[in-house]
């Protein structure tokens, strides 16, 4: 029986999410012929406690045992910051395989500076394309998946994707979204937040909205229009704004309407509940829109283009863009109780990371 050493890679918000159940399936597996050791590595990317740490504790994470503590910065810096502290943990000891998740700049330079030393490289939620290549993320999908070892697909579009770009069809496998599982294993723990009662929230009374792309918040004029627009639709209907720091900046800088309520990022279980028991939802978020979708709550993306497209073909989201008409309309459709019939794609029942577990264990360290 060998030793097999597997870097399971989180670095912000949405990772950690995805990687929870992950750790979780590895723990409980019983199929690999060697013993398998995991090493969490934190790169620090969201690093205050509402972004990072909370998550940690709800979630059940293990403690990592490297934190790369890069912090913020700008793309170029905060990629090379991560991509110099995992070599620098690579070149202590050498994983069999590095794991990595989603589409931040975590994803793209660990996977890099891991395929550099000659690790195997595995991606989660791989095949993911938006056609925005002015999206960061996209450049992290595009670039990941290039050097990426064995793919784990969300959708049959995701797998298609990656056939299309080149991708070995036998390292392609459509397991379904371990963010599903995340929620699954989690609802029966979901907790209002702190400011139900003071707000009189209550079931279907409220909307959420969440802000985070630079095309959407960096400007003030544009960031200003955008909120008061969803004000004056929304009318006496409250609407509850967790606040990411880089929204936060420019938000800073004008009045709010009474009825859009600012708070500070939420941790998970708050933050699930509060849109579990919404009106809808308007955001930028992609991995929003994967849990309005599977919550059957209706969700509208202030974005022309989705990396996620089942959440609107067969899910509950609608694209919008920038277009305040599209917007105003689709408000008052939810409002009104108008709202598209919704169902949940293929493979997103929870055991996404159970079948990732089954195929590294069957398929690839079986003959290690």
């Known amino acids: 029986m060998k030793n097999i050493l597997i870097d399971i890679i989180a670095g912000a918000r949405p990772n950690f999410m995805k990687i929870a159940p992950i750790m979780r399936a590895f723990s409980a597996q019983k199929l690999c012929p060697h013993n398998i050791e995991l090493r969490l590595i934190h790169t620090g990317q969201h690093y205050d406690s509402t972004m990072s740490g909370d998550f940690f504790q709800q979630l059940d994470i293990p403690t990592p045992q490297v934190n790369l503590g890069v912090g913020s910065g700008s793309q170029a810096a905060q990629t090379a910051a991560i991509m110099v502290g995992y070599e620098q943990v690579l070149m202590q000891k050498r994983p069999h395989m590095c794991i990595v998740v989603g589409d931040v700049n975590s994803t793209m330079a660990c996977a890099i500076a891991a395929k550099k030393s000659n690790c195997l490289v595995s991606h989660v939620e791989a095949g993911i394309r938006s056609g925005d290549i002015s999206m960061p993320e996209e450049i992290n999908r595009i670039v990941t998946d290039s050097i990426t070892d ?219």
């Open 150 to 368: 064995y793919f784990f697909t969300t959708s049959k579009t995701a797998s298609d994707n990656l056939i299309k770009f080149g991708a070995n069809p036998n390292a392609v496998f459509l397991v379904g979204n371990t963010m599903i599982d995340t929620l699954l294993q989690n609802l029966a723990r979901l907790r209002p937040p702190v400011f139900w009662n003071e707000h009189e929230l209550k079931q279907r009374n409220y909307f959420v909205l969440t802000l985070h792309r630079p095309d959407n918040v960096d400007q003030e004029e544009k960031l200003h229009a955008l909120i008061q627009q969803i004000s004056t639709v929304l009318k006496d209907h409250i609407c509850i704004f967790p606040v990411h720091p880089r929204t936060a900046k420019t938000l800073a800088r004008f009045d709010v309407p009474s009825n859009i309520i600012v708070t500070c990022p939420l941790p998970y279980l708050e933050f699930t509940y509060l849109l579990k028991h919404s009106e809808g939802v308007i955001t930028d978020s992609g991995g929003i829109t994967e849990e309005a979708t599977f919550l059957k709550i209706p969700c509208i993306t202030m974005r022309e283009s989705t990396e996620r497209p089942e959440t609107v073909t067969v899910g509950s989201n609608e694209l919008v863009g920038t277009n305040f008409h599209l917007l105003e309309n689709a408000l008052l459709r939810i409002i009104s109780g108008n709202w598209k019939k919704s169902t949940v794609p293929p493979y997103w029942d929870g055991n996404a990371a159970v079948r990732i577990v089954d195929v590294l264990c069957k398929e690839v360290f079986a003959v290690a």
